[in-house]
């Protein structure tokens, strides 16, 4: 609460309402698409404030107002966002050297219904040469509905043990306006040494690799709720060149799905693994997800090869809680696979593999259920109640 004086000079405890800050709008010639082409960097935002594309006119949803950085010079971002307590949204950010929007002190900022990387209709490829997003090191950021595809780098990035509580949500990343089609980004998501942020009901389809976690620092991330894969429907596939997920270089203690309803992923249609899990990354939960099926978990989406690959020990597959199986199903080769001569201690548990969604058979792996190549002392199922994996069809394993 702040102290002001009275009328007579004394202390009075009526609190000063608090500033909102400023707001930018645009009202650009008679309305309808404009784009701006600075021809140097723009300065950068110190001070907090709104800029609103929605506020131009004719304004019905996808941005109006397009910044093109092409001749704006070598290395330079967008929007370089130093302020904190900022808000961005309706522009379409494209061409600038380095990245779209650059979120580098204090935190705090949202980022909604923009597009950064494709044209003003959200259809072709405008890249930004760095990330569309680029989170440095800062905290509390929301990034939600906004298209983010097309650009050299990663769609966002979250980077640094400073980048906490960032929340990532509604957004199409790697495709275009209606999710239908692929306009990739290098990666989908990097989460780079960042702890504790959420990705929540995002399509992430398209781009060379979807997810990305990696680094020492990056512990605790949530990933739920998200299209990894396929199109917006959830039944067609729209892989990303690479895998969906992966997990490498000492990233920990991460969980991607969960046990409630809505909570598990849909990871099906990539082009190489569903998720891989390598280079000491430890500790991670894998629950309650669609691996090579589509949403409703009855029909085959193949990831081209295995559901996934662990070359790292100490991580969890399933699980034994309601909601925790995953759906392992479809794949163009193993279930999955564990292999490595150091790789221990993994626990996989209480999966559907090669079944459906309602652990009837009919969706086979190509290859084997669960392949273990080179590898000891992990764990498949269990003799305890709701261990036990199925393992259905044609799939088999090997060891």
């Given at each position: 609460m702040t102290m002001a004086l009275g009328r007579?000079?004394?202390?009075?405890?009526?609190?000063?309402?608090?500033?909102?800050?400023?707001?930018?709008?645009?009202?650009?010639?008679?309305?309808?698409?404009?784009?701006?082409?600075?021809?140097?960097?723009?300065?950068?935002?110190?001070?907090?404030?709104?800029?609103?594309?929605?506020?131009?006119?004719?304004?019905?949803?996808?941005?109006?107002?397009?910044?093109?950085?092409?001749?704006?010079?070598?290395?330079?971002?967008?929007?370089?966002?130093?302020?904190?307590?900022?808000?961005?949204?309706?522009?379409?950010?494209?061409?600038?050297?380095?990245?779209?929007?650059?979120?580098?002190?204090?935190?705090?900022?949202?980022?909604?219904?923009?597009?950064?990387?494709?044209?003003?209709?959200g259809n072709a490829g405008l890249g930004n040469s760095g990330s569309g997003v680029m989170i440095d090191n800062v905290p509390g950021n929301v990034i939600s509905g906004n298209v983010l595809s097309g650009n050299?780098?990663?769609?966002?990035?979250?980077?640094?043990?400073?980048?906490?509580?960032?929340?990532?949500?509604?957004?199409?990343?790697?495709?275009?306006?209606?999710?239908?089609?692929?306009?990739?980004?290098?990666?989908?998501?990097?989460?780079?040494?960042?702890?504790?942020?959420?990705?929540?009901?995002?399509?992430?389809?398209?781009?060379?690799?979807?997810?990305?976690?990696?680094?020492?620092?990056?512990?605790?991330?949530?990933?739920?709720?998200?299209?990894?894969?396929?199109?917006?429907?959830?039944?067609?596939?729209?892989?990303?060149?690479?895998?969906?997920?992966?997990?490498?270089?000492?990233?920990?203690?991460?969980?991607?799905?969960?046990?409630?309803?809505?909570?598990?992923?849909?990871?099906?249609?990539?082009r190489l693994y569903g998720i891989l899990i390598t280079a000491s990354g430890t500790g991670n939960l894998v629950e309650g997800n669609l691996i090579g099926t589509d949403q409703s978990g009855t029909q085959s989406l193949s990831n081209v090869s295995d559901w996934g690959s662990i070359s790292a020990s100490n991580n969890t597959n399933g699980g034994t809680m309601p909601g925790a199986a995953n759906v392992i199903a479809g794949n163009g080769g193993d279930g999955m696979s564990i292999t490595g001569p150091d790789v221990t201690g993994n626990l996989v548990e209480g999966n559907f593999i090669g079944t459906n969604t309602f652990g009837s058979p009919g969706l086979f792996n190509v290859g084997n259920g669960v392949n273990i190549s080179d590898a000891s002392n992990n764990t498949i199922g269990g003799t305890e109640e709701g261990t036990r994996n199925v393992i259905s069809e044609m799939a088999r394993t090997a060891s």
């Open positions: 007579c000079g004394k202390l009075s405890s009526m609190p000063i309402p608090p500033r909102s800050p400023p707001t930018i709008d645009f009202q650009i010639g008679t309305g309808g698409p404009q784009t701006i082409f600075p021809l140097s960097a723009l300065p950068g935002i110190t001070n907090s404030v709104t800029i609103d594309g929605t506020s131009q006119p004719g304004y019905t949803g996808y941005p109006l107002i397009g910044i093109d950085g092409v001749f704006a010079g070598f290395g330079v971002d967008g929007l370089t966002i130093s302020a904190g307590s900022s808000t961005v949204q309706g522009l379409d950010i494209v061409r600038f050297s380095g990245n779209g929007i650059d979120l580098n002190s204090n935190g705090d900022d949202v980022i909604d219904s923009c597009i950064i990387g494709t044209d003003l209709g050299n780098g990663a769609g966002l990035t979250i980077s640094g043990s400073g980048a906490t509580g960032n929340v990532v949500q509604g957004n199409l990343i790697g495709t275009d306006f209606t999710g239908s089609k692929a306009v990739a980004n290098g990666i989908g998501v990097a989460i780079i040494g960042a702890p504790g942020n959420t990705l929540a009901t995002n399509l992430i389809s398209g781009n060379g690799t979807g997810l990305t976690i990696s680094g020492g620092g990056a512990t605790g991330n949530l990933v739920e709720g998200n299209l990894i894969g396929t199109d917006q429907s959830g039944t067609q596939p729209l892989g990303n060149m690479l895998s969906g997920v992966l997990i490498y270089s000492d990233a920990s203690n991460n969980t991607i799905g969960g046990t409630t309803l809505g909570a598990g992923n849909v990871i099906s249609a990539n």
